[in-house]
């Protein structure tokens, strides 16, 4: 086979446009960090990219909701905080009303502040959130006790639960039913509204008023144990919450190994490519024929 000086001359300018393909290769994943810039500079890596970061937008939108479980349960937990000192101080209005060398206008005005305390337990059930009721299920643009024209005061028995998907399948439900909270069948409120009236009735006993400490213990003792299931699911809820940010890390060291590129490697093969185009350029300047402006120098 005749080996022309053209031939060795496109060879050579071959073999250099490579050298600077590989020159830009290189200088791209400095750059960017990332092993490909495009599908077709490496099929196989850029499909795994694909599938990886699906599975990391899931892993991260599963934290943005333990925030949104966070806010319902620790706001309904403070709610019921809220509402069982109030419980705890009519139960002390009580102990004193019981009482009988208690007068009539003092039991009036403990009965004025038991009503007052009713009102305040009213707004505890209504409790929001930006612009959710907490205590109302699913239903959560309505209040979930209301006061009705007659001073009568309805709760909702709306018991559908409000579940946040805290990982892959597995719900939760941060709410707590206004019935759970508040008593099924108005229990709590229509209590103390009789509670209120007894102690505006002049001709009731200490010990009928004393009835009534029972009623407001099985009251207190029902709140404490919907306070204890909250806590329980604050605790599972951190707990899940502490595998899916193992699960993030996992998801983002996969994705990096996949995408991300070996710095020292990648310098290292600049490095190299770099003395290798030095050689290629100057043995096409050897290859070269010397031309008559050469020799006229």
């Known amino acids: 086979m005749r080996i022309t000086q053209s031939m060795l001359a496109n060879n050579m300018l071959k073999q250099i446009t490579r050298s600077y393909e590989k020159l830009d290769q290189y200088q791209t994943q400095l750059s960017t960090g990332k092993k490909i810039t495009r599908p077709s500079d490496d099929p196989v890596v850029a499909m795994k990219g694909i599938a990886y970061r699906s599975n990391l937008a899931e892993v991260e939108q599963f934290k943005r909701n333990f925030s949104e479980a966070y806010n319902w349960v620790e706001n309904s ?4 905080d809220k509402a069982t000192q109030a419980l705890q101080r009519i139960r002390e209005l009580i102990v004193q009303a019981s009482n009988d060398t208690y007068e009539e206008t003092q039991r009036q005005a403990i009965s004025q502040e038991i009503k007052q305390l009713t009102e305040h337990l009213v707004t505890i059930a209504n409790t929001k959130v930006g612009d959710k009721y907490i205590f109302n299920g699913a239903q959560t643009t309505e209040p979930p006790v209301t006061v009705n024209a007659d001073g009568t005061i309805t709760v909702s028995t709306n018991d559908q639960q ?3 998907e805290l990982a892959k399948g597995v719900y939760i439900p941060v709410n707590i039913p206004p019935s759970t909270a508040f008593g099924a ?3 709590l409120f229509s209590d103390l509204q009789e509670l209120a009236a007894s102690l505006e009735n002049a001709s009731t006993t200490g010990d009928e008023l004393t009835g009534y400490l029972d009623k407001l213990d099985n009251h207190l003792t029902h709140l404490l144990g ?3 299931e909250l806590g329980a699911r604050m605790n599972r809820i951190e707990l899940m919450e502490d595998r899916v940010d193992g699960q993030q890390v996992i998801a983002e060291k996969i994705l990096s190994d996949n995408e991300d590129v070996d710095l020292e490697k990648v310098i290292i093969d600049l490095k190299t490519q770099e003395s290798v185009h030095r050689a290629a ?5 050897r290859i070269i024929q010397p031309t008559l402006v050469d020799f006229l120098r």
């Open 77 to 80: 937990d403070a709610a019921l």
């Open 162 to 164: 409000l579940n946040i």
């Open 185 to 187: 069948g108005n229990g």
């Open 226 to 228: 919907v306070r204890a």
């Open 281 to 285: 350029l100057a043995v096409g300047a």
